[in-house]
Nanobody
């Protein structure tokens, strides 16, 4: 089983930036895919971005051009750099780890975009 710990959420003004981190520990195999999903108030959980072990990335349409996902394989950590934040980006952001076997999810970190 893989454990995930997210950090970096908080309150930010519209147009601002924030960086999330997610550190994985436990029985980690390669290849794997790490990613971020989010669930806003009254909304379903949606894809934000994913990145695999060889740094291929995939983004949800609503964040393309504003968010950047990256990872440090030596630290088993994935990052999400968020820029030009909008009120509609307000959500709980969840980290996900996918490898052979069941997926693992973090507990989530709240991002609030408001003036």
């Amino acid at each position: 089983q893989v454990q995930l710990v997210e950090s970096g959420g908080g309150l930010v003004q519209p147009g601002g930036s924030l960086r999330l981190s997610c550190a994985a520990s436990g029985r980690i195999f390669s290849p794997n895919v790490m990613g971020w999903y989010r669930q806003g108030p009254g909304k379903e959980r949606e894809l934000v971005a994913t990145i695999d072990s060889v740094y291929n990335t995939n983004y949800g349409d609503s964040v393309k051009g504003r968010f950047t996902i990256s990872r440090d394989n030596a630290k088993n950590t994935v990052y999400l750099q968020m820029s030009s934040l909008k009120p509609e980006d307000t959500a709980v952001y969840y980290c996900k780890h996918h490898q052979i076997g069941p997926d693992s999810w973090g507990k989530g970190t709240l991002v609030t975009v408001s003036s």
